[in-house]
């Protein structure tokens, strides 16, 4: 079988993203039924804090059979100066798979250029896939289907904007992203990008947000970001302006009073924490997919 990773969600079909969303449903249903990873272990190597990601995985390989091996990246000769080529080179020889959660896309891309298991991005700077899956498999539980329903994302045109416009695009769903000046997303084929966050939610089936400051962003960035992204926080006016029975969307963590309100947050029409938990299943059937491959 070609050795596929997943790196930015593009790796996979719109027929194959959607055979790997059902699969998380069933694996959402009965959680313990697959035993995929069974005596196979999978690296998670964290760069950068975690929590969600690092939960839902190192559960989710678990639950399929196998041992996650956590791995933090200022423990591994990395910090040390040895090369991602030698590092994809060793892990490939004791784990069936190897995750990442870092900073430049390039580290990832190397690592998979010299890793002969599969590589999946658990977030970088510019792409975030497998919160786009999860986030997919909570709009296909809420409405029966993706093909042609509309997300709006609001804030930042940030790697979570971007990765839900690239996997999103592939099973029908149209992302409006809606950012102002300075923080709007490079075009992204089928995305609509617009600095009016009204614009992006009519007729919107979800609205999405996440955080306006990021870990690394210096004092004085982090208020200059603040300003100019208020326009854009999910508030309940925001929400209403949507199609009727639209959701709210937030990959976290949160900051009420920032980019979402408490009322929106913790309220009826939110799917967060359905959303937090489909991480979980979607990667299931992601490693799934890549490690046994795609269902005979």
Known sequence: MRLTHYLTGAELTGT???ALLRRARELKAAPLHS????????????????TRTRVSFEVGVSELGGHPVILRGEEMQLS?????RDTALVLSRHVAAIGIRTGPDETVEELAAHASVPVINLLTRDHHPCQALADLLTLDEEF????????????????????????????GVTVAVAAPPGHQLDPVAGAILTDDPYEAVAGANA???D????????????????EALAPYRLDGRLLAAAAPGA?????????PGEEITEEVLYGERQRIWNQAENRRHAQKALLERLISGPPA
């Open 144 to 171: 029966g289907h993706l093909d042609g329903l509309k997300l709006a994302y609001v804030g930042d045109g940030n790697n979570v904007a971007r990765s839900l416009a690239i996997v999103g695009a592939r099973v």
């Open 247 to 255: 959701i709210a969307l937030h990959c976290l963590p949160a900051h």
């Open 16 to 18: 194959e993203t959607a």
């Open 35 to 50: 035993r995929a990873l069974a005596g196979a272990s999978v690296a998670l190597i964290f760069e950068r804090p975690s």
């Open 211 to 226: 955080v306006w400051v990021s870990m690394n962003d210096a004092p004085e960035t982090a208020a200059a970001r603040r």
């Open 207 to 209: 609205v999405y947000t």
């Open 80 to 84: 040390r100066g040895e090369s991602l």
